[in-house]
């Protein structure tokens, strides 16, 4: 089973998060384990500080080493260790498939303040972000990039391995096409007649280029392998 812990200044972000959704509903179901830990457990002196002001000056406060290296190493060896970064490759779906594949633990590393002493990096094996823009602390993107892990392991969505087969960046590489319920027709928008033909074969091939189309017009820019096939209806 995959044991995530994500360690945090500010745990209580993440109540919500573990008791609604699809990610309550993968722990309930035993597919991994979710432990919170509080940063603070592990600060110094009678306040547990946690952070101090930056050498050489400059606004705002970092985060000091001996806290983090302290909760980490409390967390047992891990398989890896993620730390949440402006600077860190951007995280993708790609790296969530290979992150639900963990055989071990991971540990996340939200930060805050202004950001870390550059000595705590030593303790992360990959630094993420999940955009160019900078937020007050790294609890939202952690709970992303957990979200987007948890969803993938065995188990946890109905209808098996299709379920995640033909999504938006997923083995194709663009956008997964339109897609339709009932009622056939509203306020005069139209579900595509080869939607409702029947046609398993047709279903395929439209879906195969409105993904295309969708992903030209939208996201050009992730372009490139040749789109797969979706899975059988």
């Given at each position: 089973?995959?044991?995530?812990?994500?360690?945090?200044?500010?745990?209580?972000?993440?109540?919500?998060?573990?008791?609604?959704?699809?990610?309550?509903?993968?722990?309930?179901?035993?597919?991994?384990?979710?432990?919170?830990?509080?940063?603070?457990?592990?600060?110094?002196?009678?306040?547990?500080?946690?952070?101090?002001?930056?050498?050489?000056?400059?606004?705002?406060?970092?985060?000091?080493?001996?806290?983090?290296?302290?909760?980490?190493?409390?967390?047992?060896?891990?398989?890896?260790?993620?730390?949440?970064s402006?600077?860190?490759k951007?995280?993708?779906?790609?790296?969530?498939?290979?992150?639900?594949g963990?055989?071990?633990?991971?540990v996340?590393?939200?930060?805050?303040?202004?950001?870390?002493?550059?000595?705590?990096?030593?303790?992360?094996?990959?630094?993420?972000?999940?955009?160019?823009?900078?937020?007050?602390?790294?609890?939202l993107?952690?709970?992303?990039?957990?979200?987007?892990?948890?969803?993938?392991?065995?188990?946890?969505?109905?209808?098996?391995?299709?379920?995640?087969?033909?999504?938006?960046?997923?083995?194709?590489?663009?956008?997964e096409?339109?897609?339709?319920?009932?009622?056939?027709?509203?306020?005069?928008m139209?579900?595509?007649?080869?939607?409702?033909?029947?046609?398993?074969?047709?279903?395929?091939?439209?879906?195969k280029?409105a993904?295309?189309?969708?992903?030209?017009?939208?996201?050009?820019?992730i372009?490139?392998?040749?789109?797969?096939?979706?899975?059988?209806?």
């Open positions: 089973m995959l044991e995530i812990d994500i360690i945090s200044v500010q745990p209580q972000m993440f109540r919500g998060f573990l008791e609604e959704s699809i990610v309550a509903r993968a722990v309930k179901k035993g597919a991994c384990r979710i432990n919170i830990v509080d940063l603070r457990e592990f600060g110094e002196g009678r306040w547990r500080k946690v952070d101090d002001k930056p050498y050489g000056g400059g606004p705002g406060m970092l985060m000091k080493c001996a806290p983090w290296f302290a909760a980490v190493e409390s967390r047992g060896p891990a398989a890896r260790v993620v730390m949440t402006p600077a860190g951007r995280f993708a779906q790609r790296d969530a498939e290979e992150l639900s963990t055989d071990g633990r991971i996340f590393m939200c930060g805050h303040y202004e950001g870390f002493d550059a000595r705590i990096e030593s303790l992360a094996t990959d630094l993420y972000s999940v955009g160019d823009f900078v937020m007050t602390g790294g609890e993107a952690a709970a992303s990039m957990v979200d987007a892990i948890v969803r993938l392991l065995p188990g946890v969505l109905g209808g098996g391995p299709a379920a995640t087969a033909s999504e938006s960046f997923g083995a194709g590489g663009g956008l096409a339109p897609q339709y319920t009932h009622p056939p027709e509203f306020r005069g139209k579900v595509p007649e080869v939607l409702l033909s029947g046609d398993h074969r047709k279903i395929e091939a439209w879906r280029s993904a295309r189309k969708k992903t030209e017009n939208l996201r050009p820019d372009l490139g392998a040749p789109l797969t096939a979706p899975p059988e209806i």
